[in-house]
T-cell receptor, first 113, second 112 residues
Framework: GAVVSQHPSRVICKSGTSVKIECRSL??????MFWYRQFPKQSLMLMAT?????????EQGVEKDKFLINHASLTLSTLTVTSAHPEDSSFYIC?????????FGQGTRLTVV | AQSVSQHNHHVILSEAASLELGCNYS??????LFWYVQYPGQHLQLLLK??????LVKGIKGFEAEFIKSKFSFNLRKPSVQWSDTAEYFC??????????FGTGTRLLVSP
């Protein structure tokens, strides 16, 4: 079964609203969670790295005030897209490390209308 | 900075044809290399990985990849593809337990 559970899988929201994406690690503790974004026909690009109990580290060009990441527990990390705009429409994926491989959530397809 | 190049963006094959997907990387240190597959509507799944040792790595579903250090390559191969191999394939590289850097992906379509 899935090691990382991500919800929702799809969401459509209006411009200006906020959307929260949850990522839960199942049966193990995820100290670190990586958040990626995938635009159509492009690769997965790392947005930020979250560590339990501390502030997330954002990649260059990613607005931390727009993409709020919370990693308050060892089993839950959330990404909130605030004041969403159509250009934020994308596929968002969370990931964490097991012993020797990375595990990925199912992904969330966000469409901002 | 780390980067990964996948040269084939779209590949179309007939069933039973052989497959080779190219992957080249640039990274200044010891690399860990991965191939992931994403079937339509599903998670990314690990096909195979290379950390050290035998440069010819065998993965799931009959896939294998060869690490050629001198060429900075980690090409994915399968001798005979099936319709069910239709998916998108991503090569990725990282330093251990750090962020994965992905290639742009190769969309494979296998016609029956």
């Amino acid at each position: 079964g899935a090691v990382v559970s991500q919800h929702p899988s799809r969401v459509i929201c209006k411009s200006g609203t906020s959307v929260k994406i949850e990522c839960r690690s199942l049966d193990f503790q995820a100290t670190t969670m990586f958040w990626y974004r995938q635009f159509p026909k492009q690769s997965l690009m790392l947005m930020a790295t979250s560590n339990e109990g501390s502030k997330a580290t954002y990649e260059q060009g990613v607005e931390k005030d727009k993409f709020l990441i919370n990693h308050a527990s060892l089993t839950l990390s959330t990404l909130t897209v605030t004041s969403a705009h159509p250009e934020d429409s994308s596929f968002y994926i969370c990931s964490t490390w097991g012993n020797t491989e990375a595990f990925f959530g199912q992904g969330t397809r966000l469409t901002v209308v | 900075a780390q980067s990964v190049s996948q040269h084939n963006h779209h590949v179309i094959l007939s069933e039973a044809a052989s497959l080779e997907l190219g992957c080249n990387y640039s990274y200044g240190g010891t690399v860990n290399l991965f191939w992931y597959v994403q079937y339509p509507g599903q998670h990314l799944q690990l096909l195979l990985k290379y950390f050290s040792g035998d440069p010819l790595v065998k993965g799931i579903k009959g896939f294998e990849a060869e690490f050629i250090k001198s060429k900075f390559s980690f090409n994915l191969r399968k001798p005979s593809v099936q319709w069910s191999d239709t998916a998108e394939y991503f090569c990725a590289v990282n330093a251990f337990f750090q962020k994965l850097v992905f290639g742009t992906g190769t969309r494979l379509l296998v016609s029956p």
